[in-house]
T-cell receptor
């Protein structure tokens, strides 16, 4: 079955890099997603990667995928106070219903 | 206007009352979902619908029902609310594209059951 795990909290200093980690269990071809939830708002997609890729970069965001260990990470460079939010990792199989399974979310706290 | 609109945004009710949460979308997506968010538990799928005539249970459907009134409308009902249904509820839509299934979420409906 599918299961997505991530740590619940991360605290960083403004200007440092943040690394949010996630592990998943589905061994089939899959898409992996990062969503951001700001206070009082719904989730918004940040980026996604297919499981045949190792890395994807988009401005300050870098996604790394270790397929062997089923480990996904999201690195935010030069973290700002506006990056404070809950970050959700999600996985959806390629095929079938495509319905994503979400992790519990990592609360990122950025302090001056 | 938002792509996915949820009403009400906040609701306080009493145990045993019937509650309906409504969702409408302008994305033109066939797929719609209802999720529940609890602190530390993440998002859990309640119900989903792939088109107007299709309704499917998610992992936590007990105590809930849904209605897909049109492609753009998907409502969630609690027939007899209980306190452990206090949570933040999200509606989402999607249209799978080449395998990726990116969800567009509403802003959420916060429900408190006393």
């Amino acid at each position: 079955g599918e299961d997505v795990e991530q740590s619940l909290f991360l605290s960083v200093r403004e200007g440092d890099s943040s690394v949010i980690n996630c592990t998943y269990t589905d061994s089939s071809s899959t898409y992996l997603y990062w969503y951001k939830q700001e206070p009082g708002a719904g989730l918004q997609l940040l980026t996604y990667i297919f499981s045949n890729m190792d890395m994807k970069q988009d401005q300050r965001l870098t996604v790394l995928l270790n397929k062997k260990d089923k480990h996904l990470s999201l690195r935010i460079a030069d973290t700002q106070t506006g990056d404070s939010a809950i970050y959700f990792c999600a996985e959806s199989p390629r095929g079938g219903s495509y319905i994503p399974t979400f992790g519990r979310g990592t609360s990122l706290i950025v302090h001056p | 206007d938002a792509d996915v609109t949820q009403t009400p945004r906040n609701r306080i009710t009493k145990t045993g009352k019937r509650i309906m949460l409504e969702c409408s979308q302008t994305k033109g997506h066939d797929r719609m979902y209802w999720y529940r968010q609890d602190p530390g538990l993440g998002l859990r799928l309640i119900y989903y619908s792939f088109d107007v005539k299709d309704i499917n249970k998610g992992e936590i459907s007990d105590g809930y029902s849904v209605s897909r009134q049109a492609q753009a409308k998907f409502s969630l009902s609690l027939e007899s609310a209980i306190p452990n249904q206090t949570a933040l509820y999200f509606c989402a839509t999607s249209e799978p594209n080449s395998g990726a299934n990116v969800l567009t979420f509403g802003a959420g409906s916060r429900l408190t059951v006393l």
